[in-house]
């Protein structure tokens, strides 16, 4: 076992070596940016008439505006393949190098600082991220007066100055926001996750691996009163309820918000329609991962639960058992024309989960079936020959350079137009590219 302490360490070598490493790891993170604006200035143009005609062409290149009024727009193709390089979703890419246009052509006096080592990346992107939906006029204005002061401003003084710019460039739309910023803020945000709380094995591990649901919300006062009284009221009466006697407060208010639920649903909101509960079963050939443990896994929340659990849910009055065709995921289906069954789309789905490009999170079902080896060069519409891909990473395979072969099922090989490789698997992406040249200097 490797000791944890160097006997050679010191106290004050080692908080010099931090404070060096977190000096590179910030200048590191400058140069990604600087790297960013660069790369955008060779594939951009400077006006929406210049790129006019490739913003018709549904399949070619398309010219994007990832920053503020008067920035140049920015190819479509090169933001894909930066975001794999930078080893983010395309999304994510694309805002990461909307800020850094956002500095470069609108905020030059923010961008001055970044050249010369003194604000923080991470800071320069917040304010971009601020500006960016303003008038060219008032981003101008604010460069101005916050870029002298920007390594030294917090979140709060950021927010002050931006309301001050709108309050004098723009007093009427600044009132409206005031008014509505409440409305503005209110979300609710529902997401299923699995759990690994694993305290025994049996059926003591089927009751702790569960999938559970996490709810995050703003909600209007009122609204939040009336949720309140009404998940308090439900609450008190579970504890007549034999599964929920002995829970507790927390565990009963939870459920109360399931009773809401249910009771929309059911119908039983008065004048108001419900939507009935449907459980769809999927049934594997190949279970043996989960044989004998009395647990089965849930497609739509990426969890496990207790066969008796799955039992109670779907035995509530209200809800609909829809069997589903039985779809083995290593079966190869063939069809004979060019447009995927619906049993080979459930299959692919259920395999991928993802669109299969290299770090994107598009969920399958919403994704075009690919064929891997095109139909018309004698690809055949088959399991292995399929594929879900997003339509915007459809189009990058199609028509821009990126190539890709299948290793097993799910799992894939791809490489960019310039030769970046990726290893697309059920788990995430993986960066298996070689080093393709000497790295750029960025102190300029």
């Given at each position: 076992m490797e000791a944890l302490l160097d006997p050679d360490d010191t106290t004050s070598d080692l908080l010099a070596a931090v404070r060096t490493s977190r000096a590179v790891a910030e200048q590191a993170d400058r140069d990604v940016l600087i790297a960013a604006a660069r790369f955008a200035a060779l594939h951009s143009v400077d006006s929406p008439q210049k790129s006019a005609r490739l913003d018709g062409d549904v399949f070619g290149d398309r010219m994007l505006p990832l920053a503020g009024p008067g920035a140049p727009l920015v190819s479509e193709a090169a933001a894909v393949e930066f975001s794999a390089v930078l080893g983010r979703s395309t999304h994510a890419g694309k805002k990461f190098l909307g800020d850094a246009v956002e500095l470069r052509y609108r905020l030059k006096h923010v961008w001055a600082r970044i050249l010369d080592g003194s604000l923080l990346a991470w800071r320069a992107r917040r304010i971009a991220d601020l500006t960016r939906p303003l008038d060219r006029e008032v981003a101008t204005w604010v460069d101005k007066q916050i870029g002298p002061y920007a390594h030294t401003m917090g979140p709060v003084q950021l927010?002050?100055?931006?309301?001050?710019?709108?309050?004098?460039?723009?007093?009427?739309?600044?009132?409206?926001?005031?008014?509505?910023?409440?409305?503005?803020?209110?979300?609710?945000?529902?997401?299923?996750?699995?759990?690994?709380?694993?305290?025994?094995?049996?059926?003591?591990?089927?009751?702790?691996?569960?999938?559970?649901?996490?709810?995050?919300?703003?909600?209007?006062?009122?609204?939040?009163?009336?949720?309140?009284?009404?998940?308090?009221?439900?609450?008190?009466?579970?504890?007549?309820?034999?599964?929920?006697?002995?829970?507790?407060?927390?565990?009963?208010?939870?459920?109360?918000?399931?009773?809401?639920?249910?009771?929309?649903?059911?119908?039983?909101?008065?004048?108001?329609?419900?939507?009935?509960?449907?459980?769809?079963?999927?049934?594997?050939?190949?279970?043996?991962?989960?044989?004998?443990?009395?647990?089965?896994?849930?497609?739509?929340?990426?969890?496990?639960?207790?066969?008796?659990?799955?039992?109670?849910?779907?035995?509530?009055?209200?809800?609909?058992?829809?069997?589903?065709?039985?779809?083995?995921?290593a079966d190869t289906i063939e069809a004979a024309g060019y447009v995927p069954t619906a049993r080979q789309r459930r299959q692919a789905e259920l395999i991928h989960e993802k669109c299969s490009f290299p770090y994107c999170q598009a969920r399958a079902e919403r994704c075009d079936l690919d064929h891997r080896v095109p139909y018309a060069a004698g690809g055949e519409t088959s399991s292995h020959n399929l594929t879900p891909l997003c339509r915007q990473h459809h189009r990058m395979k199609t028509h821009h350079g990126w190539r890709y072969h299948r290793i097993r099922a799910g799992t894939y090989r791809w490489r960019s137009p310039h030769g970046y490789e990726y290893v697309v698997t059920p788990a995430g992406t993986i960066d298996i590219s070689e080093d393709l040249g000497p790295p750029l200097t960025l102190a300029a």
């Open positions: 927010e002050r100055a931006f309301t001050q710019a709108a309050a004098l460039f723009e007093p009427d739309v600044a009132a409206a926001a005031a008014e509505s910023e409440a409305v503005e803020h209110r979300s609710v945000t529902i997401t299923t996750h699995e759990t690994t709380p694993f305290v025994g094995t049996g059926a003591e591990q089927g009751q702790a691996v569960l999938a559970l649901g996490y709810l995050d919300g703003v909600l209007d006062a009122a609204d939040a009163l009336d949720l309140e009284q009404a998940v308090a009221s439900i609450a008190r009466g579970l504890l007549d309820e034999d599964d929920y006697a002995h829970a507790s407060l927390d565990v009963r208010r939870a459920a109360a918000l399931g009773v809401l639920g249910r009771a929309y649903n059911s119908g039983s909101f008065d004048g108001v329609p419900g939507v009935t509960r449907v459980v769809e079963l999927v049934i594997h050939t190949d279970t043996r991962d989960l044989a004998g443990t009395g647990l089965v896994r849930l497609t739509n929340t990426c969890g496990l639960v207790t066969i008796e659990r799955l039992e109670q849910w779907a035995t509530t009055p209200g809800t609909i058992v829809k069997p589903v065709i039985v779809v083995d995921l």
